[in-house]
């Protein structure tokens, strides 16, 4: 009796197994059916079911490498698998431009992705907002009205040359001793922004641009685990809530911060508007609010608020971390250094560099624009089909991500 009890048991006990394996397979045939990559995709490396790629990118120690060498073997455009999603890679100036310029609002909206959620859930602003009639506004807003303050032009080179001249006092001030150039350069750069949209400077012993300052290194420092990217329902998990949790924080103060500075911002309009006097464009945040007054509907206070903390993310972090590596690379090629050196000295001497001297100094705007390239601060960028349409003979469907490879 015991004998047979224990066969019972046994084969009940297989006849689980077998059924639970059983059902796990039908459920990865289904799943991998469900996301097979459509008709006349681009071709590329094969995946594992569910997982697709992603263990391949584990092997190297770059991202971007693994795709540009994918890009050799599969051409300019060719298909990935991330986690369940089947991605298209565009590598190559020629097929980038055609992506970007002849086939721009095809390729025009931007991707759901797990770490532009926790920053911007509602997709608001420009940098990861989706090809809309509100992101095109904002977007000509923010260009307009920034070119119209001097961005890029001659009017914006006193605020520039105030804070290189700031920036090289705090170099000279380590008397030749070692010193990580990350800060100076980075609030340095801060201020130019803060001076386009606040309207004024901050000193650098000032507890509130301390305070901007954190917000935006918390944002900045953070990046989204592998494993979360491929699937985002582990952001809730355990081991990650509480690192997740934090950012979600910075993200809120920042957005708090920006609040309080609108406010202030309405309270001198108000107060202009009560003694009959005509308002003045100060600021960026200004010439917002005033323009919100006409369009209601696409300008308010949440928009601004991401607006501006994509331009601090655009404007600061990426000039500050391009000019880090622009000194690591000239320290580590010194024969550079001095063809550069010698250039400036021969065409600027002892004068303030102007936008104007650019056309007589080839050799180091050569320099700068190879920097650029080598030390790409964006190596990624991260757009999706608007609608269906075609790049390089492949169908390419609406809603497919797609990663520009800039390396």
Not at 79 to 107: H, P, Q, R
């Amino acid at each position: 009796m015991a004998f047979s009890f224990g066969n019972l048991l046994s084969a009940l006990m297989l006849s689980w197994t077998t059924s639970i394996i059983l059902v796990l397979f039908v459920l990865v045939l289904i799943i991998t059916w469900l996301h097979q990559k459509p008709k006349d995709f681009p071709p590329g490396p094969r995946g594992l079911p569910i997982f697709g790629n992603v263990f391949a990118f584990e092997q190297d120690d770059a991202f971007a490498d693994t795709l540009m060498r994918w890009g050799k073997e599969y051409g300019p455009v060719y298909g990935v698998s991330i986690g369940l999603s089947n991605d298209v890679v565009v590598c190559g100036a020629e097929m980038i431009k055609t992506l970007l310029v002849k086939k721009g609002l095809d390729f025009a909206d931007k991707p759901k992705l797990v770490e532009a959620d926790l920053y911007n859930k509602d997709r608001r602003g420009i940098f990861v907002s989706g090809c809309t009639d509100g992101w095109a506004k904002q977007r000509h807003f923010a260009h307009t009205t920034l070119r119209g303050m001097g961005f890029g032009k001659v009017a914006l080179e006193p605020i520039i040359q105030e804070e290189v001249d700031d920036t090289i006092k705090q170099f000279t001030s380590y008397n030749g001793q070692p010193f990580d150039p990350q800060g100076p350069l980075a609030t340095n750069s801060s201020n130019i922004i803060c001076r386009l949209i606040f309207g004024h400077r901050f000193e650098h012993n000032d507890p509130e641009f301390h305070q901007l300052m954190n917000y935006l290194r918390g944002i900045m420092g953070f990046r989204a685990e592998g494993e979360v990217m491929v699937f985002p329902f582990l952001q809730h998990a355990y081991i990650y809530k509480e690192r997740w949790q934090t950012n979600h924080v910075s993200v809120q103060n920042m957005f708090k911060y920006f609040g309080g500075k609108i406010d202030e911002h309405k309270s001198r309009l108000s107060n202009s508007t009560a003694s009959n006097q005509e308002h003045e464009v100060l600021d960026f945040i200004d010439a917002y609010l005033m323009h919100a007054v006409k369009d209601p509907v696409h300008f308010n206070d949440e928009e601004l608020k991401v607006l501006l903390s994509d331009l601090f993310i655009a404007g600061s972090d990426t000039v500050s971390t391009t000019l880090c590596w622009a000194i690591l690379y000239l320290a580590a090629y010194p024969d550079i250094q001095e063809e550069v050196q010698a250039e400036i000295q021969e065409v600027i001497g002892d004068e303030p560099v102007c936008l104007s001297h650019r056309g007589s100094m080839p050799y180091t705007e050569a320099t700068l624009m190879e920097l650029q390239r080598l030390a790409s601060v964006v190596p990624i960028v991260p757009h999706a089909a608007f609608r269906d349409s075609e790049l390089g003979g492949y169908h390419i469907p609406k809603g497919t991500r797609m990663w520009i490879n800039m390396w």
